[in-house]
């Protein structure tokens, strides 16, 4: 997830692209830059870091510039340094390209281009746009803005993947033009001048009024003149909305909180993490991981590493893993790993799960387990990480970037890579055809499925309110269901500062009912059908004790006589429920918490990355 602005009229050009692009800086800060247009043509400036260290390079000679495009990126293909930072140029010098999305088939296109004579200078998926139009032009030295217009057009049919670009060129010299395709990107319109960004409070410092840019749309943009059209060339009308929110929730694209917007981008970060890894025939391919079917018959035993809701994704991952490719899997919280002199040795494969790829005391477990011969492979979100640059392989999770401390959107990206990794290594094995597609069409149904559940957050809102004078809450689950109440109880407490607790809901008769009476609440995850039954005894024994029952059921399965409330989620396979079950808990945290008035995207004691042991 990057983010990208842009500018044409009659305000200094750069100043106000990146004015307007410290508004996106929450969509990534490992590098920016910016193009623009000057007398001897395209000038770029870049800097490795955040958008600050950028403006430390722009002085008064930019300012007679009327047109710029500038990014701030998130690292996802090559690492994050100042050479892999957006805008990228042709050879010519005469493109600049900023990108936000993935060009999946970028390595294929690279290759095409070198051999007709391209020389690449970053490692990015983004800079065979700028090649790739150079390549569909006239040979000719007089080329105009409609043979400009139409190479571009071409480039863009052939990219693979999403993609929202903003484009500047010595050929169309008072103009940006841009595109969209799976990634966002919306047009402010100002009086003589024209903005462009990935998100609308990005513009919302000049104007209210915005095009929102559907997939497959292109824009020519002077500063008086704004013309949409299709990648055919189809000119299209498009709504101006008038945009009307408070300007203060900008930066978090108009919610109070990041951690609920983070939760809203679970569809996104879900359908992103899945982009690539499935093959037509439903097979999946992880080009990363690069695992020699001889490696993999040598493995004989699987060792999961994390901290906190990294580690909770590691004991879903465990029971998938299991029941997939039937070796031993283990998942252990990283501190202890360390210190327990663990069996690892060159037959074991150990996966360190990591949103950050930073945490002290996964990198230290990590070390730990190469120095005793174990293949390592990295579950990270963070490109360039130490993690991921540190492990035998890896494979990215595609949340962007996380700002609130609460880990949310990681989690799913945890849970759907640990899914995908479990397919493919058993694919060729245990795992029969039928088996596998049904698990991927699952996965691919996720999204929607996501979007369901959080078109009905009024009714999980009003729930957090009604358990609000709770002050003591349990999680239970059998199974699959046990993993999930771990991080949800988790959330509860790192956020709202209340007790909350997990347990396999058949251990509360082995004592912890001890603690249940009245204003005691009971979340009871029923999503599992091979346990449903004996987890129904369960939080009957609780209900009893006259503790408050929620239960977090599937739709259409019946609701227990033992619910005093019920969260309804939809279906999917068995191991894939926890990504579902924890999107309502999730917003149940949240809105407890903000009942409750906590700091939700920076609780107490806590800090999103603890690098040390
Ligand atoms: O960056 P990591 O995934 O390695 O972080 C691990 C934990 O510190 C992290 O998940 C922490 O538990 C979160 N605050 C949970 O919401």
Known sequence: MCGITGYVGDRPAVKTAIKNLKRLEYRGYDSSGVAYSSATGIEVRKSQGKIANLESLIGAETDLSTVA????????????????????????????????????????????LKIKG????SDTDTEVISHLIEDKLPASDQITAKEFLLATRQALKELSGSFAV??????????VFVARKDSPLVIGLGEGENFIASDIPAVMAFTRRVIVMEDGDCAYIERNSVDVFNLDGERLDRNVLDVTWDDISAEKGGFDHFMLKEIFEEPRTVRDTLRGHILENNRVELPEVKFTTEQWNHIRRITIVGCGTAFHAGLVGKRLLEQLIRRPVEAIVASEFRYSDPIVDDETLVILISQSGETADTLAAMREARKKGAHTLGIVNVVGSTLSR?????????????????????????LVALSLLAIYLSQDHLLTEFDRNKMIT??????????????????????????????????????????????????????????????????????????VEPGVSIIGLCTQPATNEKMISNLKEVKAREGTITTVIRKGDEVPDCADEVIEIPI?????????A???LQLLSYYFARERGCSIDQPRNLAKSVTVE
């Open 582 to 584: 924890m999107v309502p």
């Open 69 to 112: 495009i500038s990014h701030t990126r998130w690292a996802t293909h090559g690492r994050p340094n100042e050479v892999n930072a957006h805008p990228h140029k042709d050879c010519s010098g005469k493109i600049a390209v900023v990108h936000n999305g993935i060009v999946e088939n970028y390595a294929i296109l690279r290759q095409q």
């Open 442 to 515: 699952a996965l691919k149904q996720l999204p929607e499925q996501i979007e369901e559940i959080l078109g009905g957050c009024s009714h999980i809102e009003d729930l957090a309110r009604r358990l609000s004078s709770h002050s003591c809450f349990f999680f239970l689950g059998r199974s699959y269901d046990y993993a999930a109440s771990m991080e949800a109880a988790l959330k509860l407490k790192e956020i709202s500062y209340i007790h909350a607790e997990a347990y396999a809901a058949g251990e509360m008769k082995h004592g912890p009912l001890a603690l």
């Open 390 to 414: 540190e492990a035998d392989a890896i494979l990215y999770t595609q949340a962007g970037p996380e700002i609130g401390v609460a880990s949310t959107k990681a989690y799913l990206a945890q």
């Open 166 to 175: 903003g484009i500047i060129s010595d050929y169309i010299p008072n103009a």
């Open 118 to 121: 391209h020389e690449f200078i």
């Open 572 to 580: 999917t396979e068995d191991a894939l429920m926890p990504v579902l």
